[in-house]
Each structure stands twice: as C-alpha cells, then as structure tokens.
C-alpha cells in the first residue's frame, strides 16, 4: 500500500464510526507493541528488618536454664562493665559443688591417715633393715676376722711345705684351704644378704611414696574439677554487664525461670549518652536469598518504615553496604531485632539473609534523613527497633522478557536452530546416538 491509498483509507476510516473504533484499538495494540519491547520495567526485591545502632546496644541474654534468685538492677540503672546484674539459681551445679567440696573434704583427711600410717610403716622398715644390717655387719667382722686366722695359718703352711716339713697334701693343711675358701663364699653371702636387706626397705619406701603421689594425684585432680565447676558456675548463673551503659530494658523479673540463650535486657552505648546526640542509625533488613544474591554493595534502597503511610512520606532513601553470605538463623535475628516473635516470623516462609543498609541524611529534613517523596515526619519518630520494609530495585527489564522465560516453559523450546546446529557436528555428537 503507497502512502496515498494509505492515507486516503485513514480519512476514510476516520470518516465512519466503526472505523474510528478500530483506529483506536490499533493504536492502542501498537503503543502496547511498543511498551512490551522496548519500555524497561523494574524488578523489585523485598525485605524486613529493623532500625538499630551500630555497636549501640547489648543484649542480656541466659546462658542456662535457671530461676532469677537476685535482680540487681533496674530499668534506667547505669552499669559498669563487669557488673553482676542478675544471678540464676544453678542447683544442680551447686550440689555437684558441694559434692565435690565434701569429697576433697574427705581425700584430705583420708591423705593425712594414710601419710601417718606410712610413716609408722616407713619407720618400722628403717628399724629393720638397721637391725638387719647391724647384725651383717657383726657377722662380717667375724667371718673376717676368721678368714684373717686362717689365712695367717694357711700362709703358715705352706711355708712349712716350701721346707718340706709337712707334705703339701696333709690333711691339716688341706682343712686350712677349704674353710679358708668356705669363710669367702660366707663373706659374699652376707653381701647378698645386705642387698637384700637394702632393696627390702627400699622397696617399702617406693612403694609408700607411689601410693602418696597417687593420693596426692587424686586430691589436685579434684581440686581441678571443682576449680571448673566453679567457673563454670560462675559463667551460667552470674550474668555480667559486657559493657558501660544503662539498662534501658528489662524483661524479666525476680523468681523467674529462664532458658538459654532467652533476651533477659538491653543495654545501650555510654558514648552518645555522653554526648548527648542522637545516635547514628542503621536498617537491618532481611531478604530471601535468591533476591539478597542479587543486592550489590552500594544499590540504593527505599527504607519505609511501618508507619501505613508510604504513599504520604515515601521511604528513607539508603545503600546497601553489606550483604552477608550466609543465611541467618532465628538466634542471630533475635540478637538483632531484640524480639523473638518477629525473628520467628521473618524465617517463618524459609531462610534469609541478612542486609545492612546505609541511611542518607539530609539537613532539610525534620528527623535528618532523606526521604523520596517528603521531608519526613514531625509526628512518627526514627528510633532504634522500629520496624521496617526495604524495596530495592535490583534489574530493569521489557515487558517482553518476563513473558519468554514463560513460553519456553510452556513449549518446551530451550534450544535454538544455531544452537542444534553447532551441536550436529560430527566431532560434537555423542557416541552411539542417531545420525
């Protein structure tokens, strides 16, 4: 068609009133065309979280089960770090404190028996083997003694043979040498003996000093045990200000029981209460994990907090400048938000992961911060723990390209003819398959 005829059909369908109606659905299918291929859409990402202070609160959480036996502290009180603010009753530890107590109790006792036992013993020994040994030694002196006579009267004879006044085999001499040899053997016997003696006493002493160091053993064992149920007793049932601050919250009263790991209190930051200025805010906001993936360090975010009133002040514009790597569990998230409802509901429909976001300022506005569509609020404060949606626009995309993916699904055409056709080469095809 030449643009004459087809500008002499446009007057024309202009002209009629069916053709005016078809005219405006034909623009109205093109500017669609048009809006479907090349207007970009955005892909928005959802998450929930909350207003905290970087490093300004501390959380008093159990670190066992146990009744509140003593309160120290209240709310509004200022605290030291190391401070005892509360202690859990721990009977089980304490009877096994007591237990172990009464048993060093009895060790020590049973120790100092024995010890004197042992002395009796050791000294009882020592008189025996002096007796034993005063005894060897008389009976040395004289088997030596007589080993001397005989030794002078077998000299005797046999310089009487050398003479040849007796026959060097007479029986008297003969006598002379076999006592002579007799009195030796007796005199290394007596050496024998006085070992004997010696290994005897030294044998009790060894074996009153293994039994000692056993009982000694057994005692510092104990006193390490009771050293560590000690502290162990300390850790669970004394819980302690890990910081400077004020306690400005408190959820739990005295005669309570609690569990582990249950949010007891909160303690703020010292340094802004020094100052006096209002602490530096952060949004914590917890997305699925497929949509944190695509959160990059700097991506700008729509903070709104749950006031229901988006649509009249808009959102609190932020960054994003961490996205953790792993996801969150229900105990990190209660450390965070402080409220363990909301820590299960934000896991209630799978794992998320954890954002932190930036929160830009603005001097114009009435709380500092800049919003998207107003000043802000005069009425609605900015404060820590309040709750909150982060929006984020993570990819821009036509119409078209989210109705793709779908009719792919749908026929099944994941594969193009070049693709196939690259794929049919003969060094590409799979062995054994078709030609």
Do not use: C
């Amino acid at each position: 068609m030449t643009s004459g005829g087809l500008k002499s059909w446009l007057i024309e369908q202009s002209q009629d009133s069916y053709g005016q109606v078809r005219l405006s659905l034909i623009g109205l299918w093109s500017l669609t065309g048009l809006w479907a291929l090349f207007w970009p859409v955005p892909t928005e990402v959802t998450g929930r979280g909350v207003m905290i202070v970087p490093g300004g609160a501390t959380l008093i959480d159990s670190r066992a089960e146990g009744q509140i036996r003593q309160l120290n502290v209240s709310v509004g009180d200022a605290v030291r770090r190391g401070d005892v603010l509360m202690v859990l009753d721990q009977p089980a530890l304490e009877q096994q404190l007591q237990l172990q107590k009464k048993d060093l109790r009895e060790l020590i006792q049973i120790n100092a028996d024995l010890n004197r036992q042992d002395a009796i013993r050791l000294t009882d020994a020592r008189l025996v083997r002096d007796t034993a040994l005063r005894q060897l030694d008389r009976e040395q002196a004289q088997l030596e003694q007589l080993q001397a006579t005989y030794a002078q009267k077998q000299a005797d004879f046999a310089h009487l043979a050398q003479r040849e006044v007796v026959a060097p085999l007479a029986k008297e001499v003969v006598a002379t040498s076999d006592r002579n040899t007799q009195l030796t053997v007796d005199l290394d016997n007596l050496a024998i003996r006085r070992k004997e003696v010696v290994n005897a006493y030294s044998k009790v002493q060894l074996a009153i000093d293994t039994e000692q160091q056993q009982r000694r053993f057994r005692i510092d064992n104990l006193r390490r045990e009771i050293t560590v149920t000690e502290a162990k007793l300390r850790y669970q049932a004394d819980l302690i200000a890990k910081r400077d601050g004020t306690v400005i919250d408190l959820q739990v009263i005295q005669g309570q029981t609690v569990k582990p790991g249950q949010r007891l209190g909160t303690i703020s930051n010292t340094a802004a209460e020094r100052t006096g200025q209002s602490p530096e805010l952060q949004a914590v906001a917890y997305f699925h994990p497929a949509d944190a993936r695509r959160l990059q360090p700097g991506l700008g975010v729509e903070v709104v907090p749950d006031w229901q009133q988006r649509g009249r002040f808009g959102g609190i514009r932020g960054r994003v400048s961490r996205v953790s790597l792993l996801p969150a569990t229900p105990e990190d998230i209660n450390t965070t938000v402080g409220n363990p409802p909301l820590a299960e509901s934000l896991v209630s429909k799978g794992p998320v992961i954890r954002t932190e976001i930036d929160l830009g300022t603005s001097a114009s506005s009435f709380d500092g911060y800049r919003w998207t569509l107003s000043k802000g609020s005069s009425v609605f404060p900015i404060r820590e723990g309040l709750t909150l949606k982060a929006h984020s626009y993570v990819e821009w995309r036509t119409p078209v390209s989210y109705a793709l993916p779908i009719l792919r699904d749908l026929t099944g055409s994941y594969r193009t003819p070049r693709l196939d056709q690259q794929q049919d080469q003969p060094d590409r095809r799979q062995r054994g398959t078709l030609p």
